[in-house]
């Protein structure tokens, strides 16, 4: 590989890197959001998400249907944990005991035309994407399902 590719692949990586860390972070900004309207006045909602307070009934609309975080976990499904580990959020310890814990939903099955009719959302079929994705590598999903194997036995 020559010194051009090797600069095109860290600036893509970093380009790649930056853009999910952005969306872990809205994803935080917008539970927190969403959170706030349990207990704070509106005017105290505008004053710390720095918008007018006429705003904030939208705001809130616009967030509403922002997954929130599973109790006991980082984030609220396997591919956004392995997100927030690739993206240094939690570290490769914190990701393998929360994937092994997570209570993941049955894979469907595709209908009789070979097309999927549910979600794939909480399936292991994300911590699949998370590998294809570059989030984790065979490394962690070797270490996964080995604990997996032995925290069903």
């Not at 020559?2 to 952005?22: F, I, M, P, W």
């Not at 706030?36 to 809130?60: D, E, F, W």
């Not at 393998?96 to 959302?121: C, I, M, V």
């Amino acid at each position: 590989m020559d010194e051009g590719s090797a600069v095109e692949q860290q600036a893509h990586a970093r380009l790649v890197n930056a853009r999910r860390t952005l969306e872990l972070a809205q994803l935080d900004y917008n539970r927190a959001l969403k959170d706030s309207a349990k207990v704070l006045p509106t005017r105290q909602i505008a004053n710390g998400a720095r918008i007018p307070q006429t705003t904030v009934p939208q705001a809130l609309d616009a967030v509403a249907k922002t997954p929130d975080l599973l109790e006991g976990f980082s984030a609220a499904s396997p591919y956004e944990l392995c997100e927030r580990y690739a993206s240094g959020f939690i570290d490769r310890e914190d990701m393998l005991d929360q994937l092994t814990r997570w209570s993941y939903a049955p894979t469907p099955h595709p209908d009789e035309f070979g097309d999927y009719t549910e979600s794939f959302n909480g399936t292991f079929h994300e911590v699949t994407d998370a590998i294809l994705s570059g989030l984790i590598t065979h490394d962690d999903y070797k270490d996964l399902y080995e604990r997996l194997v032995s925290h069903h036995k």
